[in-house]
């Protein structure tokens, strides 16, 4: 049941043009999280409190025998914020035996780090160290403070660059005949870039976030969105008495 709970759960972060590319990840064996290259591809599952906080993190369970140790880092990394706790089905350690390789990324090519990692585990067990709760973009912004702009945890470039936006590249030195002409955001992501559809002749261009302005010339990309509100609120916390 636990296994069916999970990858149940809706995901819109596994779009096609995604699936079997390679990106940088991480790889937990044991108590050890290292950096290294994923291929993505049908069988990962998503990250349920990454999720939760608008980051296409997926993680897949690789083949090869677990490491003893007495902290498995992955069954952390899979807590579930309705329950507090990993699915059972991850509770590895114990009679459960030690869990196998397991490989982590982003689906939208931003890469995802050990240091991306190290901030998103304190954020878990500062959470849920009392039992689940609901967390949001929120309540991540608010736990990073000055490293809110850490590239790994960003939220998700579908959410940041829906489909059919309208934007226009600015800046751009290697194909600046397209400084200034209006695009059609596609949905296609790849290695952290943004589909744009140009009027023929130029046709689909895969442009870096930063080189997006709308149609007013204000930055496409509104990151967090709720970055002020945060802000006000933490101003609001220190006033408190």
Not at 89 to 94: A, H, I, K, P, T
Request: aromatic share 6%.
């Amino acid at each position: 049941l636990a296994r069916l709970h999970l990858t149940s759960l809706y995901c819109p972060f596994l779009a096609p043009s995604t699936l079997s590319l390679m990106v940088p990840g991480i790889r937990f064996v044991g108590s050890d999280v290292t950096d290294c290259e994923v291929v993505l591809d049908g069988t990962f599952i998503p990250c349920p409190t990454a999720q939760a906080l608008g980051i296409p993190l997926v993680v897949k369970r690789e083949a090869g025998a677990g490491v003893g140790c007495t902290m498995h880092l992955c069954v952390r990394f899979m807590t579930d914020p309705r329950i507090g706790l990993a699915p059972i089905d991850w509770q590895y350690g114990g009679a459960v035996g030690p869990a196998p390789p397991v490989v982590a990324a982003r689906t939208d090519g931003i890469p995802f780090t050990t240091m991306g990692w190290e901030k998103l585990d304190d954020f878990i067990d500062s959470m849920f160290e009392e039992g689940p709760r609901n967390v949001n973009r929120r309540c991540l912004v608010r736990f990073l403070r000055e490293e809110r702009d850490l590239p790994d945890l960003s939220r998700s470039l579908n959410l940041r660059f829906p489909m059919h936006m309208r934007v226009k590249p600015a800046g751009l030195q290697t194909a600046a005949v397209l400084n200034g002409i209006v695009g059609i955001v596609t949905g296609r992501r790849d290695n952290g870039r943004v589909g744009v559809k140009f009027p023929d002749p130029h046709g689909v261009k895969a442009l870096r976030p930063g080189a997006l302005l709308l149609e007013n010339g204000d930055p496409a990309d509104q990151g967090d969105g709720d970055a002020e509100e945060c802000k006000q609120s933490d101003e609001d916390d220190e006033e408190m008495p």
